[in-house]
């Protein structure tokens, strides 16, 4: 059965991509996509926090899991926070959580 990704992540559509959240785990044993926590998608992340090194995993995670460029992920807000707010340029809502859905399975 695929994971309830619908259900729990807010998403934002705007006239050209989806905005939402990430709670972001730093240092942590291996980098992946855990799930859910709360409103927003929990990330797992090897990479450091230091010197922004764990938001450049986070990009290129998404990236990979969501099928888009990395130039098409943007980190909107929380660049110093673990808690950030993600921009995916020409992505709908459907496919986002499609793409989430199809990585956690």
Same mark, same amino acid.
Do not use: C, H, W
């Given at each position: 059965? +695929?994971?309830?990704?619908?259900?729990?992540?807010?998403?934002k559509e &705007?006239?050209?991509?989806v905005?939402?959240? !990430?709670?972001?785990? +730093?240092?942590?044993?291996? &980098? @992946?996509?855990?799930?859910?926590?709360?409103? @927003?998608?929990? !990330?797992?992340? @090897?990479? +450091?926090?230091?010197?922004?090194?764990?938001?450049?995993?986070?990009? @290129?995670?998404?990236a990979?899991?969501?099928?888009? +460029?990395? &130039?098409d992920?943007?980190?909107?807000?929380?660049?110093?926070?673990?808690?950030?707010?993600?921009?995916?340029?020409?992505? &709908?809502g459907?496919?986002?959580?499609?793409?989430?859905?199809?990585?956690?399975?």
């Amino acid at each position: 059965m +695929p994971y309830k990704i619908s259900m729990s992540l807010a998403v934002k559509e &705007t006239s050209n991509g989806v905005i939402f959240m !990430v709670k972001v785990l +730093p240092a942590s044993s291996r &980098t @992946a996509v855990a799930g859910l926590q709360g409103d @927003a998608l929990k !990330v797992n992340l @090897a990479a +450091p926090a230091a010197k922004g090194k764990a938001n450049k995993a986070l990009i @290129a995670l998404l990236a990979e899991v969501l099928g888009r +460029p990395k &130039t098409d992920v943007l980190l909107r807000r929380g660049e110093r926070n673990r808690r950030k707010e993600i921009y995916v340029a020409d992505m &709908t809502g459907r496919q986002l959580r499609k793409n989430l859905a199809d990585y956690l399975k």
